[in-house]
């Protein structure tokens, strides 16, 4: 749990930083106003949180807070998966947008509109979608990268002091065939 905890935390966050990013930028395009996301996720919590795009401080912090936090989680639920379940990175990554995909709506319309339907329904649909697939993508892909580095021989000792044990050279390819001797 720890190790999923030391690649789950900052990937989540920064696949958070991505969603966050995103969402602003692109809610301030379409004109409803680049703090709106913040402000919207703040106002489940902290109802003085305005409902539009200006910009307030408080919601700034508590929106920015709630969204790490489940990032967090998430980021960790995803690097946990990838740890029990291992496979090639493009699997990982794979199962974290499918992950993703899944959990999405059932946070939106399950936990979110339960929590504050004002706020869930200001939030844009397709850049909502948007902003969690990239949420999926990037903290699968923090997962995969970090596991499979944190797995590589080239990292020396074991932590029992002894040196990991070395794989079988490759058999050979179409490329490269095995040379008999």
């Known amino acids: 749990m720890m190790r999923a905890l030391r690649i789950g935390v900052p990937g989540g966050m920064a696949a958070g930083l991505v969603m966050a990013l995103w969402s602003m930028a692109a809610m301030a395009a379409t004109g409803s106003g680049f703090w709106k996301p913040m402000n919207l996720i703040a106002n489940t919590f902290y109802k003085e949180a305005p409902l539009n795009g200006t910009f307030n401080a408080p919601a700034l912090i508590i929106g920015l807070g709630i969204h790490m936090a489940v990032a967090s989680f998430f980021g960790t639920l995803i690097a946990l998966l990838a740890l029990k379940l291992p496979g090639a990175r493009s699997l990982v990554i794979a199962g974290g947008i499918l992950l993703v995909a899944v959990v999405w ?3 939106q319309w399950g936990v979110w509109y339960r929590l504050d339907e004002e706020a ?58 095995r040379r008999r001797q």
Not at 121 to 149: N, Q, R
């Open 105 to 107: 709506p059932i946070m």
């Open 120 to 177: 869930a329904e200001g939030y844009t649909d397709w850049i909502m979608a948007v902003a969690h697939l990239m949420f999926g993508l990037t903290a699968a892909m923090f997962a995969a990268l970090a596991i499979a580095d944190d797995e590589s021989p080239k990292r020396g000792r074991h932590a029992a002091g002894r040196m990991p044990a070395q794989a079988e050279p490759a058999p050979g390819s179409l490329f490269q065939p």
